[in-house]
């Protein structure tokens, strides 16, 4: 329901956007685009897997079920994707990672979009000296390689879940911080907010009820293809021993033993959580690039640059 | 013991001295071999910088004709499997290649050397491979959308008007103009590399700064990290340069100086 109706304001509410979704040709365009059904199709099966884990996952992700050496028995049996050098099961502990990938994911998104739309809201609706401060901070962090500066985070301040998030987030804001300052700079032209301003709204109100609302449209396309890059990184952390430790099932993290294992040809406990990654990641691809191409093609030049 | 590794001063002072240091090449001593930092980092950074530019030449050898043909081909199956390769690339994470390719090509059909390392080709190429196809995917979409947008400029319909052969019109007059861009986008890209190589390193087994800074960080060894750390910088300076070099060299029209 847009603001109107309430006869206060002509800004636009955020569950308004979504009916207004519905009801536009971007929507029309999505419903075509057979990427955004294959991706939906994937996501749907990563979060439903998240959801139900504790139903799916036959056996518990420290069970040790096998009892004499070899303790890794390849697939088959009992376990369907077999079970690593401890013998745990590789189909359980892959399924309850599901939920510590998304876990991750979304509360790194999060935080970068936490740090980097207020920032790029202030940056285009002020301009001058902060918009010239928080662009060039952008331009440092979107230089830097992130998984570099976050391994030098990790090695200051110690691993584990917390500092896994803030260390990748200390570059990741940037592309949320320039897409908001770029959405900020068109929507403050636009006669509405002058009209807003004339009838003597408060910058802030006019930046959280005027600004933020009618641009969020490539925030959430930002944000939907951030998510498979933020599990990629976290999980390649994870895999170097920085992030998440064992024995929690964080695909990253099981791949550290299967390095080595696949040199004595026990390659089921590395195939299969990459396989899960992918799957993962390869549907919030499919989902964002669709989203992208729907509601805002501009945004191609962004995440290539 | 604390006097000499400095521990009875107080952090900022250490990180003054530490500094002085590094203006004069003295980046302070390991505190778990006593090795100098700086010379772990002059035996490691070539090392490194191979596996970057081999991974990087890849990714250029197998992202550009990819890119090529998709916008060559566009809106057509071509153009859709090439760009579905692309998005699986960047799909994939890299270390689970890498580990997957040492199984294959390693493990199962034994042609090289499985545990990684350094030395000749045999121990360059796979990690090299799996560097590049991680920044294929970009490289060929961003390939795509520059020839795309160089395809539909006046002067290749005026190209194509006076009768030009088709090959003639892509690679003399789309594909020159289209080198700009691409070249620039591939030097910005460039840094990414050092996060890659991070991660290819450890998997590989490679002796190079990345691996160097994964066994300090697990061995809290804080100078050689801080270092190493500050190598990558330097890096990422010389390579973001470097696309500006090649911005104003590619692009005449564009000088440094004549802007602003």
């Known amino acids: 329901m847009s603001v109107v109706e309430k006869g206060r304001k002509v800004g636009l509410s955020i569950s308004g956007y979504f009916r207004k979704l519905a009801r536009s040709p971007a929507w029309t365009y999505l419903k075509r685009d057979e990427r955004a059904w ?158 807003a301003r004339a009838i003597g709204e408060k910058d802030r109100t006019i930046i959280s009820k005027y600004i933020l609302p009618n641009g969020i449209s490539p925030l959430i396309v930002i944000a939907t293809m951030t998510l498979p890059a933020a599990i990629l990184l976290a999980s390649a952390l994870n895999f170097m021993g920085l992030g998440v430790q064992e024995p929690t099932p964080a695909w990253g993290a099981m791949l550290t033993g299967a390095r080595s294992e696949v040199l004595d040809g026990i390659w089921w406990t590395a195939l299969f959580p990459g396989v899960a990654i992918i799957i993962t990641v390869l549907g919030f691809n499919f989902l964002g690039d669709a989203l992208r191409d729907a509601l805002d093609p501009r945004l191609r030049e962004y995440k290539y640059v | 013991m604390r006097n000499a590794l400095g521990l009875d001063r107080p952090p900022h002072v250490r990180y003054f001295e530490w500094l002085g240091g590094v203006f004069q090449g003295d980046l302070g001593r390991s505190w778990i071999t006593n090795r100098p930092v700086s010379a772990t980092i002059l035996e490691r950074l070539p090392r490194t910088i191979e596996l970057c530019l081999a991974g990087f030449l890849f990714s250029v050898a197998i992202g550009l004709p990819l890119g090529i043909v998709a916008a060559l081909k566009r809106k057509t199956k071509t153009d859709y499997t090439a760009m579905g390769i692309a998005l699986f690339g960047v799909s994939i994470p890299n270390f689970w290649l890498g580990i997957m390719l040492i199984f294959i090509f390693g493990v199962w059909l034994g042609w090289g050397p499985a545990t990684g390392g350094y030395g000749g080709p045999e121990y360059l190429i796979l990690p090299a491979l799996v560097l590049g196809t991680a920044l294929s995917g970009t490289t060929s979409r961003l390939t795509r959308s520059a020839m795309l947008d160089v395809l539909s ?9 006076k009768g030009l052969r088709e090959r003639t019109v892509v690679y003399t007059h789309a594909l020159k103009n289209a080198a700009i861009p691409i070249a620039t986008l591939l030097f910005m890209r460039l840094p990414w590399i050092f996060g890659g190589a991070i991660v290819i390193e450890m998997v590989f087994d490679w002796p190079g700064m990345g691996l160097a800074m994964i066994n300090a960080i697990h061995t809290s060894d804080f100078l050689v990290i801080q270092g190493i750390a500050l ?15 090649s911005y104003a060299y590619l692009n005449p029209r564009i000088r440094y100086g004549m802007r602003r």
């Open chain 2, 153 to 161: 400029q006046d002067y290749i319909r005026a190209a194509r008007a």
């Open chain 1, 38 to 195: 294959i991706g939906f199709a994937l996501v749907i099966l990563v979060v439903g897997t998240a959801i139900f884990a504790d139903f799916i996952a036959p056996y518990g992700i420290n069970d040790r079920l096998i009892e004499e050496a070899p303790f890794a028995r390849p697939p088959g049996g009992a376990f369907i994707l077999g079970t690593d050098s401890q013998g745990r099961d590789v189909f359980s502990r892959v399924i309850q990672g599901t939920r510590i990938a998304l876990e991750i994911g979304l509360l790194l998104v999060a935080l970068e979009a936490v740090i980097g739309v207020p920032l790029g809201l202030m940056a285009g609706y002020y301009g001058g000296k902060v918009d010239e401060l928080v662009m060039r901070a952008v331009d440092v962090a979107l230089s830097f390689p992130g998984l570099v500066l976050a391994a030098a985070f990790i090695g200051f301040f110690g691993s584990g879940l917390n500092n896994l998030i803030i260390a990748l987030s200390l570059t990741g804001w940037a592309a949320f911080a320039r897409i908001t300052r770029a959405q900020a700079l068109t929507i403050k032209e636009q006669p509405y907010v002058e009209s």
């Open chain 2, 231 to 245: 190598m990558f910088v330097v890096l990422v300076i010389i390579a973001n340069m470097l696309a500006d070099i």
